[in-house]
């Protein structure tokens, strides 16, 4: 559910609802009106029409229509990338793709780690606080953890998009990521990671040294401690490594997942996901 979708179809109907009142309009005559509209939407003007009377109504009808459409079709696109049910056929020849890769050497030394950290099954998630299709691959994945449990692992690797802390990034594409990347280990430090991670993801808008703060707090961390690390030159170095290495290995943007040291290209499907870990069960 969208919540801006939500809040104008409300603030719509709560306007319509409004104005009929305020203008003493029956319900009926609204319908009527609107018949009536559509109707001369459809007619043919006489001749003896001016050109902008001829060409206004189906003009501003066809201009409306288009919007429509376009309004749809970018909606299923945005559906089909971030929301990925494929067919069982599908499936399998995404598998076969999957497995055709070589496996890749993905240093993670000090990251931290979901699940069982001696699982065959290891999964490495480069991932930025700000971006909103890391926000749904974070989500499927704590289904996902809880499905499989101690037969996986999941390693998170910080990859900030912001320019003040990833030495590839030219502009401020998300200028509190680096922020929520420092904190975030340094809730680590406090074996807080997991708790102060799902809350960055739930308010990725609302992120900031105030929201860092408040969080910190109600997690129960040791705020001094807290403010010494967020200044801390170590933790910077270990986010930037973090960001190296996910460059070496071809992360050019986020999220971006591995599973076993192979690059999951369709990461936003758990469908996917999933059957790539059962696979990696079976021969492991």
């Not at 990671?193 to 992120?207: R, S």
Request: hydrophobic share 40%; aromatic share 10%; net charge neutral.
């Amino acid at each position: 559910i969208c919540p801006v979708c939500v809040t104008m179809y409300v603030s719509i109907l709560g306007i319509f609802f409004l104005s009929k009142s305020i203008l003493s309009v029956k319900f009926r005559d609204i319908i009527k009106f609107n018949i009536n509209y559509l109707k001369q939407i459809f007619s043919r003007a006489g001749k003896e029409s001016s050109i902008e009377q001829r060409l206004s109504h189906p003009l501003r009808f066809i201009v409306i229509l288009v919007w429509f459409f376009a309004m749809g079709y970018l909606g299923l696109r945005y559906y089909e990338n971030t929301v990925i049910k494929p067919s069982l056929a599908n499936v399998q020849l995404i598998l076969t793709q999957h497995f055709s890769q070589d496996k890749i050497d993905i240093n993670t030394d000090g990251a931290p780690v979901s699940g069982n950290p001696d699982s065959k099954i290891r999964i490495v998630e480069f991932s930025d606080f700000e971006c909103p299709a890391c926000r749904l691959l974070s989500s499927n994945m704590k289904t996902i953890m809880l499905e499989y449990g101690d037969k996986v692992s999941l390693t998170f690797m910080n990859y900030p998009l912001d320019k003040s802390i990833n030495p590839h990034v030219k502009n401020d594409i998300h200028k509190n990521a680096g922020l929520a990347a420092i904190a975030s280990l340094c809730a680590q430090e406090q074996g807080k990671f997991w708790e102060f991670h799902y809350k960055l993801f739930e308010n990725q808008t609302d992120i900031s040294p105030d929201f860092i703060n408040e969080t910190a707090n109600e997690l129960g961390m040791d705020m001094n401690a807290l403010n010494m690390c967020l200044e801390s030159n170590e933790i910077k170095e270990r986010i930037i490594s973090s960001i190296n290495t996910g460059k070496s290995i071809g992360v050019s943007g986020t999220p971006t997942l591995f599973i076993n040291g192979r690059k999951v290209h369709y990461w936003n499907s758990s469908e996917v996901i999933k059957a790539i870990i059962d696979e990696e069960i079976k021969v492991n």
